[in-house]
């Protein structure tokens, strides 16, 4: 599981980065845009290609450290091996869903390369942002799954 934790990290640090970079190129723009009138072509097409692979570079250590919502109202009062036990269950089904978005997502990108699809503006091929996407979204799948059949200790982490 140190594997996986730092390649849920190395994921967070990238997406990151990601965000970081799209965010001075819009502030770049922008300014641009108000200033002198010059502006960056493709950089809606860009933003929007970033943020989808960051949340989807963000999600591993997200379920590393179990930062998805719990809701736990009505289970607040039940025992700690009921706990337990749900959430391992919310586990697996997370991994099932992650693993589900991995091979949509893998299809998707086959289909946008056999295609040769690309965005409007830039002409950028739009297989790149799938694959992009899908190997965070198959290491959300193997934690989670990991986390189902391990169980987690104080801190999230698997046990």
């Not at 770049?28 to 960056?40: E, F, H, K, Y």
């Not at 289970?75 to 869903?97: E, I, M, P, Y």
């Given at each position: 599981m140190r594997l996986l934790s730092t390649l849920a990290r190395l994921c967070a640090v990238l997406a990151g980065v990601l965000l970081t970079v799209i965010t001075l190129m819009t502030c770049?723009?922008?300014?641009?845009?108000?200033?002198?009138?010059?502006?960056?072509v493709g950089d809606f097409e860009l933003s929007g290609a970033a943020a989808g692979a960051a949340i989807a570079l963000f999600m591993p250590w997200c379920q590393v450290r179990r930062g998805h919502i719990l809701v736990d109202f009505f289970?607040?009062?039940?025992?700690?091996?009921?706990?337990?036990?749900?959430?391992?269950?919310?586990?697996?089904?997370?991994?099932?869903?992650m693993a589900l978005l991995a091979w949509r997502t893998t299809l998707g990108g086959l289909n946008a390369w056999n295609t040769q699809s690309t965005t409007m503006m830039m002409g950028?091929?739009?297989?790149?942002?799938?694959?992009?996407?899908?190997?965070?979204?198959?290491?959300?799948?193997?934690?989670?799954?990991?986390?189902?059949?391990?169980g987690f200790d104080e801190e999230g982490a698997v046990a």
């Open positions: 770049a723009s922008l300014i641009g845009r108000n200033t002198t009138g010059w502006t960056l289970t607040s009062r039940a025992s700690a091996a009921t706990q337990s036990a749900l959430d391992r269950v919310g586990a697996l089904l997370l991994g099932l869903v950028l091929p739009e297989w790149i942002v799938y694959a992009g996407m899908v190997p965070p979204l198959a290491l959300t799948a193997l934690i989670a799954l990991l986390q189902a059949l391990r």
